[in-house]
């Protein structure tokens, strides 16, 4: 096979485990994103049961200040009691106060109501803090190996392109040129393979001859349709990883 060929086969196949790399590396501050969100709802369910249990206290300090006022007004009543002169008050008077009491025990249904939910309100507090500090565990968890993903990432990308750099070195600097436009102009993919006289890169057949040429290895040979730089594969035996991407 022609060395240059060779070469670019190889930094071919550099710039793509770098473009997988930089795809999942850019793909890393949705995901950090995701946890941020993810520990904003849980403590937003914690807020929220906070707030009811808030409002549920208010609401029964009002009931209890009206329940003292109707206990007020009823001892009240029975201060009267003694004072009534004719049996028209006195009946006006048993009125009032049997509305007072009516009022009085409304009142205390309601508190004891507002009680019972109050508990509820507590467990779901409870319940949403546990789930607040699970999702915030595992958050941080997440976190810590998305950061280490990303210095892995890194350093590969480091590799990838002292590599590259190294490979791309031993070539002559028109046909670096030339790979590096066909890489930019082809999402990434300059160099493609020859299947059954198909381009890999774009799905198109070559005509006979080129695919012939193609097929010596010797020459740098470009597709008709993509203009990638095309090669055969060696040996059939070999199963080889897809580099096939639409064109
Ligand atoms: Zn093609």
Same mark, same amino acid.
């Given at each position: ?9 190889? *930094?071919? #196949? ?12 850019? @793909? ?6 995701? /946890? ?20 549920? @206290? ?11 006022? *109707? ?5 009240? !009543? ?11 008050? !006195?009946?006006?008077? /048993? ?17 004891? @109501? ?46 990838? $392109?002292?590599?590259?750099? &190294?490979?791309?070195? @031993? ?14 102009? &082809? ?5 493609? &393979?020859?299947? &059954?006289? *198909?381009?890999? $890169?774009?799905? *198109?057949?070559?005509? =006979? ?14 597709? #008709? ?20 991407? =639409?064109?």
């Amino acid at each position: 096979m022609l060395p240059a060929l060779a070469t670019l086969i190889v *930094v071919q #196949d550099l710039d793509t485990a770098a473009e997988t790399a930089r795809h999942r590396l850019a @793909g890393l501050p949705a995901l950090l994103q995701q /946890l941020d969100r993810d520990s904003s709802e849980a403590a937003g369910v914690v807020e929220a049961a906070k707030q009811q249990l808030a409002a549920n @206290g208010a609401a029964r300090r009002d009931l209890e200040t009206q329940a003292s006022a *109707v206990e007020a007004r009823l001892s009240r !009543f029975e201060d009267h009691k003694a004072a009534v002169k004719t049996n028209q008050e !006195f009946t006006a008077l /048993l009125h009032e106060i049997e509305v007072a009491r009516g009022s009085k025990d409304a009142l205390d249904d309601q508190i004891l @109501g507002l009680l019972e939910d109050a508990d509820g309100i507590t467990a779901a507090i409870a319940e949403a803090e546990q789930t607040l500090a699970r999702v915030k565990a595992k958050g941080e968890a997440t976190r810590r190996e998305i950061e280490a993903e990303k210095t892995t990432i890194e350093h590969e990308l480091a590799r990838l $392109g002292g590599e590259r750099s &190294r490979e791309l070195a @031993g070539l002559e600097a028109p046909l670096v040129a030339r790979y590096e436009q066909i890489l930019k102009q &082809r999402r990434m993919l300059a160099v493609a &393979r020859l299947e &059954r006289d *198909v381009c890999s $890169g774009c799905h *198109v057949k070559l005509r =006979p001859v080129v695919a012939q040429h193609v097929r010596h290895n010797d020459a740098i040979v470009t597709c #008709d349709s993509c203009q990638r730089i095309l090669y055969a594969p060696a040996a059939p035996a070999t199963v080889e990883t897809s580099d096939a991407s =639409p064109a």
